[in-house]
């Protein structure tokens, strides 16, 4: 087994000397999403500060920011209008999947709902680049592609379609950009909004996603992420005059996937966010006429949420890390030096957490994998819980976890890997367990626990499994397919019947599955022998579930039916379903009373298996 460890970046807090279990570290309140206003004077951004992300607002460089009446409903995204006059939030009622998007004034009057009615969910793209006018998705079975006044809620249909989404409108609104298909098969479409007719952006290459774009400053282009044309995702520009040639490439790199483009309100330069191997965060900032490409300091090791002011004179991003909870972060374009949104210096830091360390290793049929390895104090082997991100398409990331920290603190080590499927790595690792793949992803599990015992540092009988959605989904499929291999789990929100999640989540979420999972009719014995809930009489150690109430992505019945399975068998299980939460867990308290019964669970159980193993 082929195995290399990186040391971590970030200095390891210490720990006490007995290296006795310590209490859990409180989570720290996490500030995320930044607006700025069009001047750069004052930023809006979300806080969890209250309890659920909420919007508050702030001068920069000023003391203690204002919370805006938007309501007791999570906030997931926000953004302000070019105009100054309106703060556009999508809302997230009962923390479920399907959102609305309200407005308000700046000062936090004129609240009301203008997209996300009835049964459809609503996603911003952006705001056209004068007046108030605002880009919408709006999905139910179908997407429908909107233009929405902010003051008055007019709203004016551009186009509508199976899995379409609006990315952006040109400023005369007579072309829009349309990005259409279903999991990392995406393409892009350019719509003539008077007489209907699209075309595709560039021809099918046949292979790869492309799922970022918009329009170049003088409307004669359009400039896109995509794995299309490279096995790591790139910029490029397609000339919309000469549609015959071949995309120019903009930005790449043979060391880094292109995360994520965030351009500046003129079109004249872009921010470029990377994704170095592993998951650690580079950010530069691209003069697409000179092709000239700048670094930023990094003030974190992972970076998100990247926008300009409307202006171009202020950058505003996050930035979090192992021991650094999420923050607002400003940045000069043009001088790319970083500063927090707080007025104090330097970022804040978790003192009784701990850096991991990036390790890799191969698969069972020699694919290389990598992970995070957190350490506990003191000598191994120890109680090790593997840790499964969602997606699959996530990553695992050097980001801020406070259940990892917790469970370290408890004297258990944490892996977190990225099995194939996960993204970051290139086209065809985040294709690989693609349909029959799959049962490559469960096999990645076990080689990861192979690795850990074979290294010294998990005890054989004293490794766990845990995961949430995608991840929920592999430690049930786990377990059921490697009986004996673990002594414990968790699974939170995961799948465990593909017949029965297919039927029971948002149409839109499953259209867009069927390239990722297969088809519930055509795949449908591959789809049942992947199921867990077919192998549960398999399953026969101690399971914690954990599920929000309100979840329909994947439905909360599908922990219901494992439970319901394990108490029929007598196999020990617990089973929480959170109120008032859906697939992600907003409230602070909700996601702490699951990470409390997560770590409750695996320090019970991984602890009591000692006693029989030695």
């Known amino acids: 087994m082929s195995v290399r460890i990186e040391p971590p970046r970030t200095t390891r807090r210490p720990r006490p000397a007995s290296h006795r279990p310590v209490s859990p570290p409180v989570p720290i309140s996490e500030d995320f999403a930044p607006a700025p206003s069009p001047d750069g004077r004052r930023v809006a951004f979300l806080s969890d500060r209250a309890g659920t992300p909420g919007v508050w607002v702030c001068q920069v460089d000023a003391d203690a920011p204002v919370a805006l009446p938007v309501g007791d409903e999570p906030v997931l995204a926000l953004s302000w209008s070019p105009d100054g006059q309106w703060l556009a939030c999508v809302v997230a009622p009962g923390g479920a999947p399907r959102t609305e998007l309200w407005v308000l004034r700046p000062d936090g009057t004129r609240r009301h709902q203008v997209a996300g009615f009835g049964r459809r969910s609503a996603a911003l793209a952006g705001w056209l680049p004068h007046g108030a006018v605002l880009a919408v998705t709006e999905t139910d079975e179908h997407g429908q592609a909107l233009l929405v006044d902010a003051a008055t809620g007019h709203r004016r249909v551009l186009a509508q379609g199976d899995l379409l989404t609006l990315l952006d409108v040109a400023p005369d609104a007579g072309t829009a950009l349309l990005r259409r298909g279903p999991r990392n098969a995406r393409w892009l479409e350019v719509l003539d909004v008077a007489t209907g007719v699209r075309r595709r952006l560039f021809p099918d290459t046949g292979r790869g996603s492309t799922d970022q774009g918009w329009f170049g400053p003088d409307g004669t282009s359009v400039l896109a992420r995509t794995d299309a044309f490279s096995e790591l995702a790139a910029l490029v520009r397609v000339d919309l005059a000469r549609p015959e040639r071949p995309p120019t490439r903009l930005a790449g790199r043979p060391d880094a996937e292109l995360e994520d483009v965030t351009p500046s309100a003129d079109g004249q330069r872009g921010a470029l966010l990377w994704n170095t191997y592993g998951g650690r965060s580079e950010l530069t900032l691209l003069d697409f006429a000179s092709g000239v490409q700048r670094a ?47 007025p104090d210096t330097g970022p804040r830091t978790d003192d009784a957490g701990v850096a991991p360390q990036l390790v890799d290793l191969r698969a069972r049929d020699g694919l290389p994998l990598s992970g995070w390895l957190y350490r506990p104090a003191g000598p191994g082997p120890w109680p090790t819980a593997i840790s499964l991100h969602g997606g699959p398409e996530a990553q695992e990331r050097p980001g801020y976890n406070p259940l990892f920290q917790a469970l370290v603190a408890q004297g258990i080590a944490v892996f977190a890997p990225n099995v194939r499927g996960s993204s970051g790595f290139g086209r065809s690792f985040v294709a690989a367990d693609n349909l029959a793949g799959r049962y490559g992803a469960i096999a990645d599990v076990a080689a990861c626990a192979d690795y850990l015992v074979d290294t010294g540092v998990a005890r054989p009988g004293q490794l766990g499994v845990l995961g949430r959605s995608y991840g929920g989904y592999l430690v049930l499929a786990v377990l059921v397919n490697f009986p004996g291999l673990f002594a414990a789990g968790v699974a939170e929100c995961g799948i465990s019947d593909f017949r029965t999640f297919f ?88 996601a702490e009373a699951a990470r409390t019964a997560t770590t409750g669970w695996l320090t019970r159980h991984l602890a009591a298996t000692a006693t029989v193993v030695g």
Do not use: M
């Open 296 to 342: 930023v300091a990094a003030p974190g090791e992972v970076l998100g949420d990247v926008v300009f002011a409307a202006d171009g004179g202020l950058l505003c991003l996050t930035a979090q890390g192992p021991v650094q909870p999420r923050e607002v972060w400003l940045v000069d374009p043009s001088t790319g030096a970083p500063r927090p949104l707080r």
């Open 503 to 590: 039927a029971g989540t948002e149409p839109w979420i499953a259209a867009a599955a069927v390239s990722k999972y297969g088809d519930p009719q055509r795949d449908a014995d591959l789809l049942r022998d992947l199921s867990p809930l077919t192998h549960i009489d398999r399953l026969d150690v101690p399971l914690l579930l954990i599920h929000g109430a309100n979840d329909t992505n994947v439905p909360a019945g599908e922990s219901a039916q494992v439970a319901q399975a394990l108490a029929d068998r007598g196999v020990p299980h617990g089973h929480l379903v959170l109120a008032g939460e859906g697939h992600d867990f907003l409230s602070r308290t909700n």
